[in-house]
């Protein structure tokens, strides 16, 4: 992991390759798990602004990955996709396009799957600044109703304030020093009033109607048969034959849903098991062997390789460091 911090800046700036670093990293002012969904090597570019009353994290991913949590309840919360992956993007399975708003229901928890090679930006607003400027802006429109829907579709508007999303990610990234200005958390706080005359007005807005694909059911019921199973031997064919399906639409699912396929999925299911295993085990008493042969891995080499591919370290490493700690 690396990070800079210019000083009097308000930027971070991180590579992970690995999804609990990720998730410690994001955790300041919420409580999430972030899971990888696919078996490929993970690189994560995650850009914080943090200000008063507004914060931003720009998240751009090679691999998919599952965040669920608890949000803050100091703040509230608004996501915008500014780049799409290889899939969609899910919030609590329905299938999110472009030009949706999303995700500010603060009762609601988070459940979201991002695809790989996208970018998401998270804007967290503090309430009481947020209700403050929706008052002096007139909008008594965005009340406890309108906050419940979690979704609302903006097309003709949404794409001017992804525009400037997309310019402070870059001056972020590329001119951090043009930040550093006294007058930057005033630019930072002009997102507000700008972020709520994008919202129509309630006479006037389109709530988002959105599904989830056919095959989303399928997939995880898929998935719970696999959590259940995990220390059982599991062949395409036999999962298909529980599931009363036939690979194409199983394996289709999948690439839709979670961007892998249904056996790669399985084995990175397993290998959050082990380290699961490995990080609550007795170094001293512990056989890695043992613990992969119990969740299927025959290979050693091929399993090792994996478990370095998926965490950035060996599994011997994650028992070191659990002697360490």
């Known amino acids: 992991m690396m990070s800079s911090m210019i000083s009097s800046c308000p930027i971070r700036q991180y590579c992970f390759r690995n999804s609990e ?61 500014l780049q799409s992956g290889q899939q969609d993007f899910f919030a609590h399975e329905q299938a999110i396009p472009e030009t949706t708003l999303f995700g500010f229901d603060p009762t609601r928890e988070v459940n979201l ?18 209700d403050c400027c929706a008052e002096l802006m007139q909008r008594s429109d965005l009340n406890a109703q309108f906050f419940k ?40 706080e002009d997102f507000i009033p700008l972020l709520i005359d994008s919202i129509p007005h309630a006479s006037s807005r389109l709530e988002a109607s959105l599904q989830s694909p056919r095959r989303f059911r399928l997939v995880k019921q898929a998935e719970e048969y696999m959590r259940a199973h995990l220390e059982t031997p599991i062949t395409l064919m036999s999962l298909c034959q529980v599931l009363y399906t036939s690979e194409r639409p199983l394996t289709y699912g999948f690439r839709e849903v979670y961007g892998s396929s249904p056996m790669a999925y399985l084995k990175t299911l397993r290998l959050y098991a082990v380290r699961t295993q490995l990080q609550q085990a007795k170094p001293t ?26 965490f950035g370290e060996l599994p011997s490493e994650t028992l070191k460091q659990v002697f360490r700690d």
């Open 21 to 81: 670093a990720l998730s410690q990293a994001l955790n300041a002012r919420r409580q999430t798990t972030i899971r990888q969904l696919s078996l490929n090597p993970l690189q994560c570019n995650l850009l914080l602004i943090e200000s008063e009353p507004i914060s931003f994290s720009f998240s751009e991913t090679s691999c998919s990955l599952h965040v669920a949590g608890v949000k803050d309840k100091r703040c509230l919360e608004f996501s915008f996709i």
């Open 113 to 130: 799957i991002v695809p790989a090679n996208s970018i998401i930006c998270v804007v967290q607003i503090q309430r009481d600044a947020f």
């Open 149 to 188: 829907a979690n979704f609302v579709t903006v097309p003709n508007m949404i794409s001017g304030v992804q525009a400037h999303l997309k310019k402070l990610y870059a001056i972020a990234m590329h001119h951090p020093e043009h930040l550093t200005q006294p007058r930057s958390h005033h630019r930072l």
């Open 285 to 310: 008493t512990t056989k890695i062997a043992e613990i992969a042969k119990r969740f299927d891995f025959q290979s050693l080499g091929h399993f090792s390789r994996d478990y370095k591919t998926m």
